[in-house]
């Protein structure tokens, strides 16, 4: 479920991506071979970003997404995540979130990340630049006002 709210982040379309996920998964055990649990945590993870990436296609079409400012309301949806780092991937644009998810945190390259998304490899490199120029505002921003209000 943590794989798929850092894509979709939406709750609703995370259980439908982790539905989705757990049949894949389910479909291909018979081809599965069974090393230790790190790997095999780490095979499903890889299915369910996949899966949320295809969900993410299918219903956003790549289209242009306006940042909208981080409310309460979406705090109150994760409240699961109190992690400040989560908070900020959730004003990222969607796909800076996707190509940071995938590079900083389940570790494809570029080039993995431009195949799978259908982009070009710059593109990919481009948008991890603007996700970390976000990230790093944010960052800023929290520990300004820690630094005001501590």
Avoid at 62 to 72: G, H, L, T, V
Avoid at 103 to 120: D, F, Q, R, V
């Amino acid at each position: 479920m943590t794989v798929a709210l850092r894509y979709v982040v939406d709750r609703s379309a995370a259980r439908d991506v982790l539905q989705e996920s757990y049949i894949r998964i389910y479909k291909q055990l018979p081809r599965f071979q069974y090393e230790n649990e790190a790997a095999t945590m780490a095979w499903m993870r890889r299915i369910t970003s996949r899966e949320a990436i295809r969900w993410i296609k299918k219903q956003q079409r790549w289209q242009a997404i306006d940042i909208q400012p981080f409310s309460e309301q979406v705090s109150s949806v994760h409240s699961i995540f109190k992690d400040e780092m989560y908070q900020c991937l959730l004003i990222l644009p969607t796909n800076q979130r996707l190509v940071f998810n995938m590079y900083a945190i389940e570790g494809y390259s570029h080039k993995e990340i431009a195949e799978k998304l259908e982009i070009a490899e710059s593109s990919s490199r481009s948008l991890l630049t603007r996700a970390r120029k976000k990230l790093a505002q944010q960052i800023n921003k929290a520990k300004t006002y820690e630094k005001l209000n501590g």
